[in-house]
């Protein structure tokens, strides 16, 4: 079965950190470029950053910039989000997703280019 599950999601207080991790299934990060989303409440499902599997280069949205970092490790199945200097309005469900089109991230991050999302993990940020 191919497919992402994100885990690492918690209730943290302003100012703290979080690790959040997508493991792969049935694909490799090789193939595609990896990116992570979130949806706050009521709140439209924004791409936030991205690793491409041609290099390694990444992108970031502006709202998180300078504080989260994206990575992956050695063997090419997991992507982390390293989330630091969190804000009550990082609160929302974080999704990771494979683009299935592009292996060079941009910073477009259109949703129908993305497959293989997962459940989600929930970050709560309070103030």
């Known amino acids: 079965e191919v497919k992402s599950v994100e885990s690492g999601g918690g209730l943290v207080q302003t100012g703290g950190s979080l690790r959040l991790s997508c493991a792969t299934s049935g694909f490799s990060l090789v193939d595609y470029a990896v990116a992570w989303f979130r949806q706050a409440p009521g709140g439209e499902r924004e791409g936030i950053s991205c690793i491409s599997s041609t290099d390694g280069s990444t992108v970031y949205s502006d709202s998180v910039k300078g504080r989260f970092t994206i990575s992956s490790d050695n063997a090419k199945t997991t992507v982390y989000l390293q989330m630091n200097s969190l804000r009550p309005e990082d609160t929302a469900v974080y999704y990771c997703?494979?683009?299935?089109?592009?292996?060079?991230?941009?910073?477009?991050?259109?949703?129908?280019?993305?497959?293989?999302w997962g459940q989600g993990t929930q970050v709560t940020v309070s103030s």
């Open positions: 997703a494979a683009n299935t089109l592009r292996r060079l991230c941009t910073p477009r991050f259109l949703r129908y280019e993305y497959d293989y």
